[in-house]
């Protein structure tokens, strides 16, 4: 055979086998049953609470550590209150002085009404003059007078008195919610301030756990509320957990996960929030969220 009928029949036998090779890839590939995939994270509804102080000072006591429960209200950090606490008995004094100015004046009111009631009496009979029903009667109007201010008195301590309670009970901090402690970051003895760069603690809410996909503006038009989905951990493989989209956001944004490799860095995603249905992930994994077609259960 001729060199140029070889090279001819050589390549003939290459040009069919890639066909063979294309046709039999095109009839492997499957098409894809998700609708839309995208990159995120797990989290939890309203994010991990920073718990800090009402007020600047020293902290005497703390009573949970990292992976407690604690529930709404629990007492989680003691701060020195000594000087709240004198402010609070030195208003409680104050009331006390109020209460009883305030009985003082209301003990003598019915025997200054009841003098002028006589006088009143005796006046109209022409048995007493009139100088003196008049100065019974300013006596009891001055008298009601004081009995007012005393009054007025003792609500201005009882409200001195709430607010200086108030500021003890600020001293104290309690959990807002139930959850559980994330980490501890404070030890007795240290000085803490609400304007410190650290949190106390952080606690994580028992609410849902959510994921926070980004959604790349060629999906978003694809995906809608009560969509469901699938999530997997980021690495690939593994468990499968079903999600379904909460709300889709409103603005597209910069994404905070980074850019995808596909993407540019300056892509606008759109952020969309997804419950998760099953158990099993935990705040702070990043994972991939694959979006199922509406007929589709996962």
């Given at each position: 055979m001729k060199p140029q009928a070889l090279l001819f029949t050589l390549f003939a036998m290459v040009a069919l086998a890639g066909c063979d090779r294309a046709r039999s890839t095109d009839q492997d590939v499957a098409p894809s049953p998700w609708i839309?995939?995208?990159?995120?994270?797990v989290g939890v509804e309203g994010g991990l609470l920073q718990v800090r102080p009402a007020v600047p000072g020293l902290v005497s006591a703390v009573t949970v550590s990292d992976n407690d429960a604690v529930k709404p209200g629990q007492i989680l950090v003691r701060m020195d209150?000594?000087?709240?606490?004198?402010?609070?008995?030195?208003?409680a004094a104050d009331l006390a002085q109020a209460r009883a100015q305030q009985a003082e004046l209301a003990a003598g009111l019915p025997a200054a009404a009841q003098r002028a009631q006589r006088l009143a009496a005796a006046s109209a009979a022409d048995a007493a003059p009139a100088q003196e029903l008049a100065d019974a009667r300013a006596a009891?109007?001055?008298?009601?007078?004081?009995?007012?201010?005393a009054a007025a008195a003792v609500q201005?301590?009882?409200?001195?008195?709430?607010?200086?309670?108030y500021r003890l009970s600020l001293y104290t901090v309690r959990a807002p919610v139930a959850g559980r402690v994330v980490r501890r970051r404070v030890e007795v003895g240290a000085r803490v301030s609400p304007q410190s760069p650290e949190a106390l603690l952080e606690l994580l809410p028992d609410r849902p756990l959510v994921v926070r996909a980004e959604l790349s503006e060629a999906y978003a038009a694809k995906v809608r509320a009560g969509m469901r989905a699938e999530v997997v951990l980021d690495a690939g493989g593994g468990a499968r957990y079903a999600a379904h989209v909460v709300r889709l956001g409103l603005v597209y944004g910069v994404a905070s996960l980074g850019p995808a490799h596909d993407q540019p860095d300056d892509a606008r995603d759109l952020d969309c929030v997804l419950q998760l249905d099953t158990p099993g992930l935990r705040v702070g994994q990043r994972v991939l969220v694959r979006f199922l077609p509406d007929h589709h259960k996962p």
């Open positions: 839309a995939v995208a990159r995120g994270q209150d000594g000087a709240a606490r004198i402010a609070v008995q030195l208003a009891l109007a001055q008298m009601k007078a004081r009995a007012q201010a201005a301590a009882q409200a001195r008195l709430a607010e200086a309670r």
